[in-house]
């Protein structure tokens, strides 16, 4: 993608310490990083204007759970220690997903969602570098 999915401004009101994050569950996390993920990619595919039904389409085909496994593996390799251990975690949380799609590739959009969800409370930053 050419324009980088997090604007400066998507920051939580107040960053969460480390000890406070732990306490909480991955699927609570995954549950933040879902709607942290669909707001860029809805931010993303804004321009330039079309119909809603179209808008709609294309965020949708970009928010499946094969899309975020796809672009869990491509930075995966850029991932720290403790990024993957919340990966692990999130993948390790997630149920088997809908029938429609392979159990690995829900579990692999979960561990994203779980990743994003934390780095969203505890480092925007680092968000954006791997968004």
């Known amino acids: 993608m050419s324009a980088p999915l997090v604007p ?13 994050l732990r306490s909480l569950s991955p699927a609570l996390l995954a549950h933040i990083g879902d709607a942290v993920y669909e707001l860029l990619i809805r931010t993303h595919c804004l321009l330039p204007p079309r119909r809603l039904q179209d808008y709609h389409g294309q965020v949708v085909s970009l928010v499946r759970a094969e899309r975020q496994s796809a672009l869990l593996k491509r930075i995966q390799p850029l991932l720290k220690d403790d990024e993957q251990d919340w990966v692990r975690r999130g993948r390790n949380a997630s149920s088997d997903g809908p029938r429609r799609i392979d159990s690995m590739l829900y579990r692999d959009a979960s561990g994203l969602e779980t990743l994003l969800g ?8 680092r968000l954006r570098e791997l968004l």
Not at 118 to 125: S, T
């Open 118 to 125: 934390y780095l969203y409370l505890r480092d925007p930053q």
């Open 8 to 20: 400066p401004h998507l920051e939580p009101a107040a960053l969460l310490p480390e000890a406070s």
